[in-house]
């Protein structure tokens, strides 16, 4: 039986996919309502559903993935805007996951690496993707990877003729382009659901 993985703040499911190729059954919740998401979704508010842990934990998820808005942190808001107009949610949203004891991966942009504990940084490059788009990832448990190494080869077409070629460079073909904006790669996490399995295994 296949364990079950609570994906917050889940947007199109970039996260969700690579959860899913590593041995997941993924369940999604965003306060968005996301067509394209490809597993079961939940239109809420990922916050306040997690506030009411366990309540909503039937049957039980073995782990949660928590991918908070980044629009505080992103260096993209201060040169269009204001960061203190968008909310801080890394600390809120550690504080109620480990309210729940579940083991939990909270991922972010570059900008928000120092709010982030020991994060690990992944790079499109290091799984020959032809994109960089660097994201980090905190886990409360021993995720036993080391940072991998970047590959920016100068050959590696990263520029991309629109945003339709991007997202499918990313692995994201079933998104949109404009979904693709906020999403990661697959392959990120399902590199670090591989070792959240091994994880929930030695602990079962």
């Known amino acids: 039986m296949r364990p079950r993985l609570l994906d917050l703040f889940c947007g199109a499911g970039g996260a969700a996919m690579g959860y899913h ?106 799984f020959g993707l032809r994109v960089r788009r660097h994201r980090y990832f905190e886990a409360n448990w021993p995720l036993p990877i080391l940072t991998l190494g970047c590959h920016h080869h100068q050959q590696l077409p990263f520029m991309h003729k629109g945003e339709r070629a991007y997202a499918d460079a990313m692995g994201c073909e079933w998104m949109t382009a404009l979904e693709a904006r906020q999403a990661i790669p697959p392959a990120y996490t399902e590199l670090i659901g591989s070792q959240l399995l091994q994880h929930l295994r030695v602990a079962a």
């Open 21 to 126: 190729c590593a041995g997941f059954d993924v369940v999604g919740v965003d306060i968005v309502e996301q067509p394209n998401y490809p597993f079961e979704f939940v239109h809420d508010d990922a916050l306040l559903l997690l506030s009411t842990y366990p309540w909503w934990d039937v049957p039980p998820f073995h782990a949660v993935h928590a991918s908070p808005p980044c629009q505080h942190y992103a260096a993209s808001t201060a040169w269009r805007g204001n960061r203190a107009d968008h909310p801080d949610l890394i600390a809120p949203t550690r504080d109620l996951l480990e309210q729940t004891g579940l083991p939990y991966v909270i991922e972010n942009v570059p900008d928000a690496r120092r709010h982030l504990n020991n994060p690990l940084r992944l790079c499109g490059s290091a």
